[in-house]
């Protein structure tokens, strides 16, 4: 049973260059959550895909957005990058509009020079 | 807004030691609490989860933890710790029927063989 995949593993952009990360949830799952997570930080949430639709967002600009496919995976966007987006970047799927227990991915360590 | 609050950001115990971390949650309504572990080199993994009902919760690997409401609490214990247990712990709530989960900064565990 293949558990949350990320890709890639590592990426270094340059400021004000765009990204997109992606999201293969866990078999089953249909529901999609981003979250940053700074060093020495606990996980910020970004925002929650259900059905194709953001459903909730954190308190991120919107230079960051994202999108889900009809499979399920997702796509995280930043556009405009700086130098404080550095960062790991994790992906959770659950499953249900009242999935509250989340299965991690490993994350996508962005490093914005 | 909501918040979570760990109390120690590092705790270093010897083996057979036993364990409580602190985990204090600022929201009005009603919550689901979970306690997630990031051991070395591994994905954020979930430990235990309180929903409703019995306010002694137990996880996985003899963790425990308690809710308690009017203290807007919920602890995580372990009788008696093991090198294993090395990780990093985060507490973390959402709000029942919310979408957004928010993470505690986190508490570094090492434990002395």
């Known amino acids: 049973d293949a558990g949350v995949t990320q890709s890639p593993t590592h990426l270094i952009k340059t400021r004000g260059q765009q990204v997109t990360l992606r999201c293969s949830p866990k078999?089953?799952?249909?529901?999609v959550s981003w979250y940053q997570q700074a060093l020495g930080q606990g996980p910020q949430f970004i925002f929650q895909?259900?059905?194709?639709?953001?459903?909730q967002r954190g308190n991120f600009p919107d230079r960051f957005s994202g999108h889900q496919f009809p499979n399920y995976s997702s796509e995280l966007n930043v556009n405009a990058l700086l130098l404080g987006d550095s960062a790991l970047y994790l992906c959770?799927?659950?499953?249900?509009?009242?999935?509250?227990?989340?299965?991690f991915g490993p994350g996508t360590r962005l490093t914005v020079t | 807004a909501q918040s979570v609050s760990q109390h120690n950001h590092h705790v270093i115990l010897s083996e057979a030691a036993s364990l409580e971390l602190g985990c204090n949650y600022s929201?009005?309504?009603?919550?689901?609490l979970f306690w997630y572990v990031q051991y070395p080199g591994q994905h954020l993994q979930l430990l235990l989860k309180?929903?409703?009902?019995?306010?002694l919760v137990k996880g996985i690997k003899g963790f425990e933890a308690e809710f308690i409401k009017s203290k807007f609490s919920f602890n995580l214990r372990k009788p008696s710790v093991q090198w294993s247990d090395t990780a990093e712990y985060f507490c973390?709530?959402?709000?029942?029927?919310?979408?957004?989960?928010?993470f505690g900064a986190g508490t570094r565990l090492f434990v002395k063989a």
């Open positions: 959770a799927s659950s499953l249900g509009s009242g999935g509250y227990e989340q299965y």
């Open positions: 078999s089953g799952h249909d529901t």
């Open positions: 895909y259900y059905e194709e639709e953001e459903r």
């Open positions: 929201y009005g309504g009603t919550v689901n």
């Open positions: 309180y929903f409703s009902g019995d306010p």
């Open positions: 973390a709530v959402i709000a029942t029927g919310g979408f957004k989960t928010i």
